[in-house]
């Protein structure tokens, strides 16, 4: 199975930061990675697939980037309502495996 | 709108069983791969099961294989998942998801499941 790395696994930041979640792959899954945002007591919210695709409706200040084993989730400039859980997952092969997640705080 | 209502989580005693139903609706349902992915308490998602469009393939996780069934109904729209063997590591939240290119693009709200004595 491949296995997800994220790191942080916890964030403190504050409103107007620029943060960066990275999330690595146990091996090479080319562009073949996804990110998801859980807020406590809900369902995920699915944000980008395929490494860099935003999901219909995502704000712009997310961003993903990378490829091969490395990825990084950008928020540019972080809202209150993006205090949340991220998980990255990778789509290449199965079974589908996600990262630990990385809760963002507040600072 | 696309919509995903899980159905029958609940209480089960270790090597009981449970079926999971989801009524999906607001999109054409035999269009799309579904998902079934749970997190137990406390914990990070975790992946269990997909079916086709059309059920002819089924992919499981290692942990639940021979005892787990994914199964879909397209005239009546609806997704399942038949857990049998139940361990207490089974207790999770379970959500049922559809798919897009091997990823879970739409979510239900899940349905508890505990696996308890």
């Known amino acids: 199975d491949i296995q997800m790395t994220q790191s942080p696994s916890t964030l403190s930041a504050s409103v107007g930061d620029r943060v960066a979640i990275t999330c690595r792959a146990s091996?090479?899954?080319?562009?073949?990675l996804a990110w998801y945002q859980q807020k406590p007591g809900k369902a995920p919210k699915f944000l980008i697939s395929?490494?860099?695709n935003l999901e219909s409706g995502v704000p712009s200040r997310f961003s993903g980037s990378g490829s091969g084993t490395e990825f990084t989730l950008t928020i540019s400039s972080l809202q209150p309502d993006d205090f949340a859980t991220y998980y990255c997952?990778?789509?290449?092969?199965?079974?589908?495996?996600f990262g630990q997640g990385t809760k963002v705080e507040i600072k | 709108e696309v919509q995903l209502v899980e159905s029958g989580g609940g209480l089960v005693q270790p090597g009981g069983s449970l079926r999971l139903s989801c009524a999906a609706s607001?999109?054409?349902?035999?269009?799309?791969?579904m998902s079934w992915v749970r997190q137990a308490p406390g914990k990070g998602l975790e992946w269990v099961a997909n079916?086709?469009?059309?059920?002819?393939?089924?992919y499981y996780i290692d942990s639940v294989k021979g005892r787990f069934t994914i199964s879909r109904d397209n005239a009546k729209n609806l997704l399942y998942v038949q857990m049998n063997s139940l361990r207490a590591e089974d207790t999770a939240v379970y959500y049922c998801?559809?798919?897009?290119?091997?990823?879970?693009?739409?979510w239900g709200q899940g349905t508890p499941v505990t696996v308890s004595s």
């Open positions: 091996e090479n899954i080319n562009i073949w």
């Open positions: 998801t559809r798919d897009g290119s091997g990823t879970s693009n739409n």
């Open positions: 395929r490494a860099s």
């Open positions: 079916i086709k469009e059309d059920g002819n393939e089924k």
């Open positions: 607001g999109y054409t349902f035999s269009n799309y791969w």
């Open positions: 997952q990778q789509h290449k092969s199965y079974p589908r495996t």
